[in-house]
């Protein structure tokens, strides 16, 4: 073996612990005191799941606090804000920007990530010039996959196209959109659609991101999906419109998503930060996050992703998935300890089949994109917020975290 890692707790079946073998990157053997040879690490008995997938981060525009305002705090500030910030984006300064958070991204135990970059005539393609090259230089580390995406309209924005083929054409495995803010939302989807088709690329859009229900467009992708035979392939991002609705009507919108294949990324800490912003005298203010974990109950597949790290949409960020786990779990009320589990999933396994990733799991075969945690369940490490003491990729190690360590006087 290449390494083992003795005393592990693999999530699954953390009620016993095991040992787990690694040779050529991938899961080679996984049972109690393995009889092999390699280079060895004592996890203690330390939960050990699936490396943290994060569906849906901004790397072009993370890290800009510097050079915007956020004093309304609403999204037209945070887009008008970022498209500004943007005009000035030159490659090298969103790969430093980028790889900045990447790397918070990496220490925090994320192994695959897709990352959402805006094309667009004011910015070109100076952000993606900026991520592309971070796909070599960080795969020792983290897959990381390109949706490139209009943030200031398709349809109304003329010469953006041009610029998504171009992205698609140069390697971009999805495409995205923010169909709220085009002139003419319906017709952006069935653009996107049709240039997902002919580029054999999946979807995952910004949808339906504002305080009331009205003029929802959830209908018109999960239309679109069956049409097309892209269940699976489809994913939303925010649908906060959904937060107001009654039950009946949230659990319409759930068979929806799930009979087409549709899933949803819950972005918790943009959607409190964005949302409520109509509460102009009370603090009683609305929340705006999806119950993610209800929808689980009817089928659909569902994410928790970071969204902005340090940018008007989101002031906040430290990339920890266990972090947007915890905040989600606060937020929406969840306290059953099978809906606490499903937290975790939905920063690891979930995700990670929202992005097709054949050989990411617990198993014999797979890839060793492994993290360890400093705890003996995922419900309790959503709970306690545990920290990541150890990150692997393909069976190397590419993290490591020492516990806090209390000094008692004598
Ligand atoms: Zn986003």
Sequence with gaps: MDLIL??????????????????????AAIGAKLSAEGETIDLGGRLVSPGFVET????????????????????????????????????????????????????????????????????????????????KEYAWAIDLQICVFPQEGLL???????????????????????????????????????????????IDFHLDFGPT????????????TQEFHYGGRVAIGHV??????????????????????????????????LMGRNHTH???????????????HHGVNCSLSSNNILNPFTPFGDCSQMRMANLYANVCHVGKQADMRECFAMVTRRPAQMMRLADYGLAIGKSADLVVLDSLSPEMAVAELTPVLYAFKRGRKTVSRQPATLHRPH
């Design 6 to 27: 003795r005393n592990a707790r693999p999530i699954g079946a953390e009620q016993e612990v095991t040992d787990i073998g690694i040779a050529g990157g991938k899961i």
């Design 156 to 202: 109304n924005n003329p010469g953006t196209d041009e610029l998504l083929v171009e992205g698609l054409k140069r390697g971009c495995r999805a495409i995205g959109g923010a169909p709220y803010v085009d002139s003419n939302p319906n017709g952006q989807i069935d653009r996107i659609f049709e240039l997902a088709r002919e580029y054999d690329v999946d």
């Design 56 to 135: 849906h981060i901004h790397l072009d525009k993370s890290c800009i606090l510097d050079r915007v305002k956020s004093e309304k705090g609403d999204l037209d500030e945070a887009i008008a804000e970022a498209a500004k910030a943007k005009r000035g984006f030159t490659p090298d300064d969103v790969h430093a920007r980028a790889s900045r958070t990447l790397e918070k991204a990496i220490l925090q135990g994320t192994t695959h990530m897709r990352t959402h970059l805006e094309v667009d005539p004011g910015v070109g393609l100076r952000s993606l010039e900026g991520v592309l090259p971070l796909l």
């Design 282 to 296: 009370d603090f009683n203010v609305t929340r705006g996050v999806v119950p993610a974990h209800k929808l689980l």
């Design 213 to 224: 229900a009205e003029g929802m467009t959830l209908d018109h992708v999960c239309k679109r």
């Design 240 to 273: 906060t419109k959904a937060t107001s609705l009654a039950p009946p009507a949230l659990d319409a919108v759930a068979k929806r998503l799930a009979e087409s294949g549709v899933a949803l990324t819950v972005l918790p800490s943009t959607d409190l930060y």
